[in-house]
């Protein structure tokens, strides 16, 4: 009995059932028009998962929306979308659930289109299986390939290569077998361990629930056959127990408990556990479940964790048995998938979000982009959207990890904007760069305070931005001699001056005045090191580099003055010509021309040198620094 004869059955009945089967999380996947959304529309009306209202209402927008004339739209039950109804393609994942007498299943119906490949990546993050359908017009396509090297790399082991529309090839059994022959070739090589071909025609149904007779040269399972026997990965009850701590429940002064879920292993009274990245050692003092009672907390359950010692733990911490730890490091090999709208610029600086842990992060080097149609290593020194590369990820604190392939609650990460907090990529850990082990703050007897209190100065960083001819150096000249005149020890960055020793291998492109910033914020901050007051002259048009150079100083030693001069007048002061050479193409990348300046948002410092002289200016620095005394 389905769910459109039994809309008033005994719910907690229904309900039971479901909890005594198992769950398989699976995905389709594929180019755009191979028929995904007419599959699970299909399977789930045929295998009756629907309420007679809903059956109603897929009779009612099939005649409105449908393109199927008077017959049933099986697609317009995921695509639920009015852009996507319009238009007739998948945008977002369209998740669905659906039971047989011998599993339950949630389904991810995922977009075809290549601008909407991080949806895709959102779905099988959490897939058990993929099933990946090929137009049998058309074959294996790019995005056929994408989709199935993204699923690889998420670490899908099993596909379900479902052949689609055999009906408008006329079942032809050649046509079905050099596809297949073809997919299994891509699997090989992308290290997908199972794939089961079927050829169906989700329209008609053949194939999907029971062997079709249009296809008598098939002797293999339906699609459902297929869902129904794939095996499902049992959580790591067998590997070694770690748990990403989620959350500190204190009520009170006499309870102390780590909240979280177990990524895997098995956790239980007693046992020696570690915390990670501080490596402080304690035993497990009980284990609690969802009511407060003990347990024995498994992989997969959430649990809180009471410890016999008073250790320092915190959010994004990982308790782990102690005589098998996971590793700690700061710096990584990662695969990272781009989903942002603007590119990946090795240098900047971004949030990595790894389990519960949140630390700032950079992508100090792209080793090579993935043609994920050939699975060719392509040089890049920037990421577009949708683009795959292998990168080395480098970390502001240690934390603890393993590799993906080993465990994908530690070792799958997204990275966030700092400033939309937009999700700007997805990853995977390969592994530790192993000299990040190696390499320690060395102790010096001569310390910051000492320096400074030698020079008898508090040291600073003025950081001067704005378009090229507003007055930076200008201003950064006169800021000098006069702290010079004042018995203070300053000295200047300047962009051009940099750019013919430190910097002079770099350009103009986005990625170089990424470097060229990044380069130049830390020689600024050796420099506070060494008492000194540094007035650093650079365009610096991007905020992201501004803030992460604002990073590496403690409260109130940056100082931002934005000299705000507008383009024209910029322009007008140009003496050497630099503007007219970019207006007629020689000179590319030309910040205000065909390069965008960024102008700061919080600058400790506004100057309008239009309208005050750059004596009184610069005086208003100096008073900033120093006091009102100066």
């Known amino acids: 009995m389905g769910a459109q004869d039994a809309p008033d059955a005994d719910i907690a009945a229904v309900l039971k059932a479901h909890e005594a089967r198992d769950r398989l999380r699976f995905i389709t ?6 028929g995904k959304s007419t599959l699970i529309g299909r399977l789930l009306h045929d295998t009756r998962g629907l309420f007679a209202d809903q059956v109603a209402t897929l009779e009612a927008d099939s005649r409105r929306h449908g393109t199927q004339g008077e017959g049933v739209d099986y697609a317009l039950l995921v695509d639920g979308l009015s852009a996507e109804r319009e238009q007739g393609i998948t945008i977002d994942v369209a998740y669905r659930f659906f039971g047989t007498p011998r599993r339950s299943f949630i389904v991810a119906d995922c977009p075809g289109h290549e601008q909407y490949t991080r949806n895709m990546a959102t779905g099988a993050s959490t897939a058990d ?18 989709h199935s090297y993204i699923c690889a790399l998420l670490g899908i082991g099993q596909v379900v290569l479902a052949v689609n529309k055999m009906d408008l090839v006329g079942y032809d059994r050649a046509v079905f077998d050099a596809i297949v ?9 992308l290290g997908i361990g199972t794939v089961t071909a079927i050829p169906v025609a989700a329209l008609h149904g053949d194939n999907l629930l029971a062997g079709s007779d249009r296809t008598p040269w098939y002797g293999g399972p339906s699609l459902l056959d297929a869902l129904e026997a794939a095996p499902i990965p049992e959580p790591g009850s067998d590997a070694p127990m770690r748990m990403p701590v989620q959350w500190v429940n204190r009520p009170n002064q006499d309870f102390r408990g780590f909240v979280g879920t ?20 304690t035993r497990i003092d009980q284990v609690l479940g969802a009511d407060g009672r003990a347990v024995e907390g498994r992989a997969g359950q959430a649990v809180t964790l009471t410890l016999a010692d008073e250790v320092d ?17 700061d710096q990584f090999a990662a695969h990272v998938l781009w989903m942002d709208g603007q590119p990946l610029l090795p240098g900047r600086s971004y949030w990595l979000k790894l389990g519960a842990a949140t630390v700032g992060a950079t992508v100090t080097e792209i080793k090579h982009k993935v043609d994920v149609n050939t699975q060719a290593q392509l040089a890049a020194r920037h990421l577009e959207l949708n683009e795959v590369a292998y990168c080395n ?5 240690p934390v603890a990890f393993e590799p993906y392939a080993r465990n994908a609650a530690l070792g799958g990460f997204i990275l966030i904007d700092r400033l939309s907090n937009a999700t700007a990529a997805a990853g995977t850990l390969d592994f530790a760069l192993r000299r990040a082990g190696n390499i320690h703050w060395q102790h010096l007897d001569v310390d910051r305070q000492a320096r400074a209190r030698s020079l008898g100065q508090s040291p600073r960083c003025v950081w001067f931005t704005g ?7 200008t201003l950064a000249n006169l800021v000098d001699k006069r702290l010079h005149a004042l018995g203070r020890h300053a000295f200047i960055l300047d962009g051009d001056n940099v750019r013919h020793g430190l910097n002079r291998d770099l350009g103009f492109t986005d990625e170089d005045r990424v470097e060229n910033i990044r380069r130049v914020a830390e020689v600024a901050r050796l420099m506070t090191e060494a008492g000194l007051i540094v007035l650093v002259s650079f365009i610096s048009p991007f905020r992201a580099e501004r803030r992460m150079a604002r990073s590496l100083f403690g409260e109130g030693e940056f100082i931002e003055v934005f000299v705000d001069t507008p383009l024209a007048v910029a322009e007008s002061r140009d003496v050497k010509g630099l503007y007219a050479k970019a207006r007629a193409g020689e000179l590319p990348n030309f910040t205000g021309i065909d390069s965008p300046y960024e102008a700061p948002e919080d600058a400790e410092l506004v100057l309008d040198t239009v309208n005050e002289p750059a004596d009184a200016l610069a005086e208003r620095i100096v008073v900033r620094l120093l006091g009102p005394q100066a």
Not at 29 to 34: E, I
Not at 129 to 146: E, I, N, Y
Not at 262 to 281: C, I, K
Not at 467 to 473: A, D, N, Q, R
């Open 29 to 34: 996947c594929g180019s755009v028009d191979d």
């Open 129 to 146: 299986l993929a099933v990946v359908l090929v137009d049998a017009r058309k074959g294996v396509l790019t995005q056929t390939r994408r």
């Open 181 to 189: 022959a073809e997919y299994r070739a891509l699997a090989a090589s």
């Open 262 to 281: 177990l990524a895997s292993g098995t956790a239980r009274a007693g046992d020696e556990v570690v915390v990670l990245p501080s490596g402080r050692r």
């Open 313 to 329: 733990v915190a959010r994004g911490d990982v308790i782990a048995a102690a005589d098998d730890a996971p590793e700690v490091a």
């Open 393 to 397: 990820i480098e970390l502001d604190r």
């Open 467 to 473: 378009l090229s001819g507003s007055g930076k150096s």
